[in-house]
């Protein structure tokens, strides 16, 4: 059986006067999956996010968060937040900060109070509990901005560009965070240049370009994963080429050096083994498979950078 759904839109759009921020987006995100939202900058992202969490009215089309319609306020009580471009209380304390929020949502304070010292241990930040925001790094200030968006240990939480100011260590501590909310049930729907991140923390993505869904992919141990396949060979012939459609796409020749994109790893003996027969002689067979960022240069194209 499929998971319930966390997000659900069916042609959503958003124009502000003649420009068309969205297009027309169709999107299924599954409670309790870490999703990645890829695509180049003025591709409909922030605003597909803002539209969500309630804060931008769509144009036309529908939308729904946790099966409940985005108008529905109760169901913000069950969302986490982290604005890339955030705008903390910087003359609060760590603790007063995160107190302040807590009060926002309603929190009982026999609970709040040990949530709090729970997310600042979770984020490395006890140690400046009592520090105010203004003292802090970015990377800190992202991390503590994480603490304020897991207070109400939410169903769904938005994560806009969590790691852009992190150092390594503080990358790994993040994905590790991301990871635990899937494992307890929540769904992390995940904003980010950084497509290595994406790559080894999330389980699935969409490539979106003018608020339209390209492309879903599953990133679940790269079991879609395209395979770029060079071989450089002699004795290749224009139906020898046609024969390697089969199991192949793009194929091109330049000189003595054959390109192709394979889907099935499984395929590479079969076009290894076709060659011999057709008598070309093979000098180097080399199958790579495509990072994250080969595929999204492939699929949305280079025509706007990230």
Known sequence: MDSPLAIETLHLRKEFGDKVAVRGLDLQVRQGEVFGFLGPNGA??????????GLVRPTSGTAKILGQP?????????????PEHFRFHDWLTAVEFLTLHGNLYRINPTVLKPRINELLELVSLAPFRNKPLRTFSKGMLQRIGLAQALLNQPDLIFLDEPTSGLDPIGRRQVRDIIRGLRDQGSTVFLNSHLLSEVEITCDRVAFIKHGEVLQIRSLDGMTDTQIHLSIRAKNLTETILSGLSQWAQDIRLDGEMLHMLVHEETDLPM????????QVLIFAFTPQKS???DQFIQIVGTDGGL
């Open 44 to 53: 409909g992202k922030t605003t597909s996010i803002k539209m969500f969490l």
């Open 271 to 278: 076009i290894n083994s076709y060659l011999v027969q057709q």
């Open 291 to 293: 990072s994250l960022e």
């Open 70 to 82: 985005v108008s529905d306020i109760s169901v913000r009580r069950k969302i986490g937040f982290l």
